[in-house]
């Protein structure tokens, strides 16, 4: 189920839906808006949809376009400047594109966990870190190759940060360091 509520604009106030509908066949991992209008999601049965929430019917909004990145079902997604990211339970992380309102298949990286991704978050639109099964960071930068249409992309590009939690690692974030738009912390 995807569900989008408006919230209250000051504490004690009362939320309300403003939509909610079945958009996947499976449990939805993630969903993000890309732009005003536009929603993103991405779910267990392995699709990346986007969504046009003006065009809303009877409760559902307009499928604009589809795509399935990946063959198992996707746990995270994070969209920067048109450049989607998935990770999935299939161990890999994909790239798509947005543009012109359809989603096109980018490249791929399958060999940067050992089993399930879960998070995965654009430092800019060039690197990405990942966090996945056994506690393990990645952090790659996509210029540098290795991200090939049907992946192979565990090499060249990628930081291996082995071992920074005892158990699997569940989310990744940047934060930015002032000053330095290039640089910036990692969370997990």
Same mark, same amino acid.
Do not use: Y
């Given at each position: 189920?995807?569900?989008?509520?408006?919230?209250?604009?000051?504490?004690?106030?009362?939320?309300?839906?403003?939509?909610?509908?079945?958009?996947?066949?499976?449990?939805?991992?993630?969903?993000?808006?890309?732009?005003?209008? #536009?929603? /993103?999601? =991405?779910?267990? @049965? $392995?699709?990346?949809? +986007?969504?046009? %929430?003006?065009?809303?019917?009877?409760?559902?909004?307009?499928?604009?376009?589809?795509?399935?990145?990946?063959?198992?079902?996707?746990?995270?997604?994070?969209?920067?400047?048109? #450049?989607? /990211?998935? =990770?999935?339970? @299939? $161990?890999?992380?994909? +790239?798509?594109? %947005?543009?012109?309102?359809?989603?096109?298949?980018?490249?791929?990286?399958?060999?940067?966990?050992?089993?399930?991704?879960?998070?995965?978050?654009?430092?800019?639109?060039?690197?990405?870190?990942?966090?996945?099964?056994?506690?393990?960071?990645?952090?790659?930068?996509?210029?540098?190759?290795?991200?090939?249409?049907?992946?192979?992309?565990?090499?060249?590009?990628?930081?291996?940060?082995?071992?920074?939690?005892?158990?699997?690692?569940?989310?990744?974030?940047?934060?930015?360091?002032?000053?330095?738009?290039?640089?910036?912390?990692?969370?997990?």
């Amino acid at each position: 189920m995807v569900t989008v509520l408006g919230m209250p604009g000051q504490a004690g106030g009362e939320c309300a839906e403003l939509l909610s509908f079945k958009g996947h066949k499976g449990w939805v991992g993630n969903v993000q808006f890309a732009g005003d209008q #536009r929603l /993103l999601s =991405a779910a267990n @049965d $392995g699709q990346l949809v +986007l969504w046009d %929430l003006s065009k809303a019917r009877g409760g559902r909004p307009r499928l604009i376009s589809q795509l399935e990145p990946q063959s198992g079902g996707i746990f995270a997604m994070h969209e920067a400047g048109g #450049r989607v /990211l998935t =990770a999935s339970k @299939d $161990g890999t992380v994909a +790239l798509s594109m %947005l543009a012109d309102d359809c989603l096109r298949p980018g490249a791929s990286w399958d060999e940067l966990h050992s089993g399930v991704i879960k998070s995965v978050c654009w430092r800019d639109g060039n690197v990405f870190a990942s966090a996945g099964r056994g506690g393990n960071l990645r952090v790659v930068d996509v210029r540098a190759g290795g991200g090939g249409g049907g992946g192979g992309g565990g090499g060249g590009g990628a930081l291996d940060i082995e071992g920074a939690h005892d158990r699997d690692a569940i989310c990744v974030r940047w934060q930015p360091r002032a000053g330095d738009p290039s640089a910036g912390l990692l969370l997990s």
